[in-house]
Structure formats: structure tokens, C-alpha cells
Nanobody
């Protein structure tokens, strides 16, 4: 009923930039918070940034000042602009929608995308 598809990952040199996109599709009426998480090899998945439907944002301390999250509610899409990338930013980045209201009145909770690889070379 809900699919999240990420795009925009890739290989970049230290100090470079990437922009990730995540489009949600399905019989969606509205989405509450959307966010980006990442998981590096051997590490737990961690929150990178999140944004509510009203535009309030939250960032991990490690990315504050370098990453910017935004969303287009009309397109059910969330973006992550990543600047000044460092090798420690290398990870698979996942998109998340915490609660999705579907047409018909049902909710889908905690939807995830398939992930997109970001690799920062030193």
C-alpha cells in the first residue's frame, strides 16, 4: 500500500555533496514525519535527520550544519542535501515514514525504503 523509493546515492570525494530523494507512493492521504537513517557496516542504524509535515526538523549532532532535510508534501517526497561529506558519512541511507494515513482511513506505520548507498572517498 505504501512504497518508499530512494535515489541520489553514489560515490563522492571528501568535501563533496550529494542530494538524496525519497518518493512515497500508494493511496496516501498524508504522511506525518519523514526521516533519513543510515547504517554503516558493523554499526546500528541511526537517525540522520527528520522532518514533520509542518516543517519542524531534527538532526543528528554529527550532521548539523552540513546536511539539510526538506520535503514536498504535495509530492510525498523528502530530500536530504548533504554537503561537506566526510568518509564517516559512508553508509546505506534509508528513508522512513513514521505514520502514513491512507485513503479509507487506515494507517501504515514505520514504512522503510530499500536504501541507497553513499560512499565518500578520502
Amino acid at each position: 500500500q505504501v512504497q518508499l523509493v530512494e535515489s541520489g546515492g553514489g560515490l563522492v570525494q571528501t568535501g563533496g555533496s550529494l542530494r538524496l530523494s525519497c518518493a512515497a507512493s500508494g493511496t496516501i492521504f498524508s504522511i506525518n514525519a519523514m526521516g533519513w537513517y543510515r547504517q554503516a557496516p558493523g554499526k546500528q542504524r541511526e537517525l540522520v535527520a527528520a522532518i514533520t509535515s509542518g516543517g519542524s526538523t531534527n538532526y543528528a549532532d554529527s550532521v548539523k550544519g552540513r546536511f539539510t532535510i526538506s520535503r514536498d508534501n504535495a509530492k510525498n517526497t523528502v530530500y536530504l542535501q548533504m554537503n561537506s561529506l566526510q568518509p564517516e558519512d559512508t553508509a546505506v541511507y534509508y528513508c522512513n515514514a513514521d505514520s502514513v494515513l491512507l485513503y479509507g482511513g487506515t494507517y501504515r506505520y514505520n514504512a522503510w525504503g530499500q536504501g541507497t548507498q553513499v560512499t565518500v572517498s578520502s
